[in-house]
T-cell receptor, first 111, second 115 residues
Framework: GENVEQHPSTLSVQEGDSAVIKCTYS??????FPWYKQELGKRPQIIIDIRSNVGEKKDQRIAVTLNKTAKHFSLHITETQPEDSAVYFC??????????WGAGTKLIIKP | DADVTQTPRNRITKTGKRIMLECSQT?????MYWYRQDPGLGLQLIYYSFDVKDINKGEISDGYSVSRQAQAKFSLSLESAIPNQTALYFC??????????????FGPGTRLTVL
């Protein structure tokens, strides 16, 4: 089946610094690449997504970049704030049209 | 998202009991999903439904069954609960008819403990 890996599993950054999380997938037919944020005790919520016809998408402090050749996409968060502390999941859509979820990256923002 | 609700929010049961988790949505979406989340892991798809007459198994369907009673309602049943089904269960919806068709919206989750 499709394999999805996220790195790192835990990321600790100083408030105000940038954070980057990488997601590697195996299904070359994948063409939709979302990132979800899950705060402690809450439900996952989508924060940004990208389709295979573009290489980068930005929404204020958040951006996603896609490298289809290398089969990876990354989440970039700039000027991190305490409210960015959460677990972030990548979930590329597989060839069966279902989202395949990574194991998550715990982002810790240090004051 | 307040448009997707799950009942109950918490449930403690014993091994061998039959349990039903319910999901309702007012978003008007046609697609619905059931996921399981274990501590420190991502979400695993149990079942999904693209419309009332379309039910499909996900990656971990063994020990579970579902019913799509209406477009707005999707129930998950554990016929005979076992301790390793202790987990957080999420329902999600998506809309096939819009540009956001791949975006999934989640309910608040049901925490199930099987003793």
């Amino acid at each position: 089946g499709e394999n999805v890996e996220q790195h790192p599993s835990t990321l600790s950054v100083q408030e105000g610094d940038s954070a980057v999380i990488k997601c590697t997938y195996s299904d070359s037919a994948s063409n939709y690449f979302p990132w979800y944020k899950q705060e402690l005790g809450k439900r996952p919520q989508i924060i940004i997504d990208i389709r295979s016809n573009v290489g980068e998408k930005k929404d204020q402090r958040i951006a996603v970049t896609l490298n289809k050749t290398a089969k990876h996409f990354s989440l970039h968060i700039t000027e991190t704030q305490p409210e960015d502390s959460a677990v972030y999941f990548c979930a590329p859509r597989g060839s069966n049209y279902q989202l395949i979820w990574g194991a998550g990256t715990k982002l810790i923002i240090k004051p | 998202d307040a448009d997707v609700t799950q009942t109950p929010r918490n449930r403690i049961t014993k091994t061998g009991k039959r349990i039903m988790l319910e999901c309702s949505q007012t978003k008007g979406h046609d697609r619905m999903y059931w996921y399981r989340q274990d501590p420190g892991l991502g979400l695993q798809l149990i079942y999904y439904s693209f419309d009332v007459k379309d039910i499909n198994k996900g990656e971990i369907s063994d020990g579970y069954s579902v019913s799509r009673q209406a477009q707005a309602k999707f129930s998950l049943s554990l016929e005979s609960a076992i301790p390793n089904q202790t987990a957080l269960y999420f329902c999600a919806t998506s809309d096939s008819g819009t540009g956001l068709r791949d975006t999934q919206y989640f309910g608040p989750g049901t925490r199930l403990t099987v003793l």
